[in-house]
């Protein structure tokens, strides 16, 4: 499964960006998606999930901000984020699997990364003035 992700560009901080995660293959709707994101010099992290119709996980430091969701009519994946901050600059990956296993604790909740097994190529999110 080939993954295309869009959306990503430079932003200051405060505004907002929308990506999009697409096949040009197969619809997105029977699959699970993780948006993941890296800076450079940092680990790569899992910023938010997406499972079957309503299962949806956040990063911790992007809840309220970032919001998941399908785009039935597109067939497509899409992450909204709003109030960007500098911390949030990356390349933006997403990735797809099938019934994804959910990784719930006391601080973090999120899908389990080993679980997606197809990605994207990235797209480049700057948050700067």
């Known amino acids: 499964l080939q993954l295309v992700e869009s959306g990503g560009g430079l932003v200051q901080p405060g505004g907002s960006l929308r990506l999009s995660c697409a096949s040009s293959e197969v619809s997105l709707e029977t699959y699970d998606i993780m948006w993941f994101r890296q800076a450079p010099g940092k680990e790569r992290e899992a910023v938010s999930c997406?499972?079957?119709?309503?299962?949806?996980h956040y990063l911790n430091s992007v809840k309220g901000r970032f919001t998941i969701s399908r785009d039935n009519t597109k067939k497509t994946v899409v992450l909204e984020m709003n109030n960007l901050t500098p911390d949030d600059a990356g390349i933006y990956y997403c990735a797809a699997g099938k019934r994804v296993r959910q990784r719930i604790t006391s601080t973090q909740n999120m899908c389990e990364e080993p679980d997606f097994d197809s990605w994207g190529q990235g797209t480049q999110v700057t948050v700067s003035t």
């Open positions: 997406i499972a079957g119709r309503s299962i949806r």
